[in-house]
């Protein structure tokens, strides 16, 4: 996945979550779902620059699970 296919991913999630966000009765696990995507293609694109910055393979970067990006200041 390349960082402009994930940008878009991004944008598609930010606004189904702003659209959620503005109905009165917005289903909380998808906004829980969308957060958590939106979480792991940041941590995904963090990680594509990260290796490409330090001359590695940028495609060698892989979707972690949730709990790992969720949960990793803990």
């Given at each position: 996945?390349?960082?402009k296919t994930i940008l878009e991913h991004?944008?598609?999630l930010v606004?189904?979550?702003k659209r959620l966000r503005a109905e009165p009765?917005?289903?909380?696990?998808r906004i829980r779902h969308i957060e958590e995507q939106l979480?792991?293609?940041?941590?995904?694109?963090r990680q594509r620059r990260a290796?490409?910055?330090?001359?590695?393979?940028?495609?060698?970067a892989q979707v972690r699970d949730v709990d790992t990006v969720e949960k990793y200041l803990q």
């Open positions: 996945m390349q960082d991004i944008d598609t606004e189904e979550e009765n917005a289903d909380p696990e979480d792991q293609c940041w941590d995904l694109l290796k490409r910055e330090f001359g590695e393979d940028p495609d060698s």
